[in-house]
């Protein structure tokens, strides 16, 4: 796991290639990600980045009403997450623009056996949660977006997982034993999302995330009287966030450290949006693997994952 985590950059000198061509792949501007887990994640980074696209994320078997103007990329690392496929097979009964991304699988072999378009991804030897620089550069070719897939590819030299790695280690003796809540803006939501999934997934703990505005209006009053618990709120601060949204952001800091709980802000900071979500998220995988350590938990193994889909077979 550390490996994967210290070697990421290189995932952006990957070059992904488009088999089964479509002439429907071309001009979209609608798309629905079909994908479970880490297989979703980078399709909502990219909701992130390009915030005028309609990007939509389908976490469940079938799928949502959707126009035939949309294109639908179903997102499995593995090939053989059963909601996934159920949404393959509807997009295909209902003759929608469809498209996969899976490094084997079942989907892969749908995919070749239908003549769909399909990007298959490296057979590497990691979690999906890991590959989300393979994901986000399947999902902008399947796009269309050279630019964005040009910028992307600059992320191998820009990234800086030394860096990273020591501030993520500091991050964890910071909060053994205590439980992560981290909060941002409602448009950076998932890079917030991505943090909570690495602290479940390679920290073996519970954490949990929330977006500003909305959690003024309701979660904050639920840690009123919550002292006794050890919670650890981390703030994800932009400087292009809303500036009612900066300020609201800075209240609640303060209502919360006036409640004396833990309280700690990171801030996004990049060349370019690329940069900023990346480096950002390395941050917090270097956290999640040293807590697992500091457990003695294995960052990379998920039991109770896996125990799951044995009972569920």
């Known amino acids: 796991m550390y490996e994967s985590i210290k070697n990421f950059p290189a995932q952006f000198l990957w070059e992904p290639e488009i088999k089964n061509q479509a002439p429907f792949l071309r001009d979209r501007t609608n798309f629905v990600v079909a994908g479970m887990g880490g297989s979703a994640l980078g399709g909502e980074l990219l909701k992130v980045v390009f915030q005028n696209l309609d990007i939509k994320i389908h976490r469940d078997y079938g799928l949502p009403a959707a126009s035939p103007l949309s294109l639908i990329i179903a997102s499995s690392f593995s090939g053989n997450t059963e909601e996934t496929i159920d949404a393959f097979l509807e997009a295909r009964r209902r003759g929608l623009p469809l498209a996969a991304i899976s490094s084997g699988g079942k989907l892969l ?67 053994k034993n205590k439980i992560p809540v981290i909060y941002s803006s409602a448009k950076n939501f998932p890079i917030a999302y991505n943090w909570k999934i690495k602290f479940n997934e390679t920290g073996k703990m519970p954490a949990f995330a929330n977006r500003l505005p909305e ?77 697992a350590k500091y457990s003695g938990a294995d960052p990379a193994a998920v039991p109770m994952i896996e125990e799951f889909k044995a009972l569920i077979k």
């Open 109 to 175: 072999e749908l995919a070749k056996k239908d003549g769909i378009p399909y990007v298959e991804l490296p057979k590497a030897d990691i979690q999906p949660r890991a590959a989300l620089g393979y994901s986000v550069k399947a999902i902008l070719k399947l796009m269309g977006n050279e630019s964005a897939l040009q910028d992307s590819t600059k992320l191998s030299g820009l990234l800086n997982p030394t860096d990273a790695e020591k501030n993520g280690k500091k991050l964890a003796e910071l909060l």
């Open 215 to 291: 959690l003024n209006h309701n979660e904050m009053t639920g840690f009123a009287d919550a002292a006794k618990i050890d919670f650890s709120f981390i703030f994800l601060e932009d400087e292009a966030d809303d500036s009612r949204v900066a300020k609201r952001m800075k209240i609640t800091k303060k209502l919360f450290e006036d409640r004396k709980f833990d309280v700690r802000s990171l801030k996004l900071e990049g060349q370019n949006q690329f940069h900023k979500i990346f480096q950002n998220l390395l941050i917090a995988d270097f956290a999640a693997y040293y807590l």
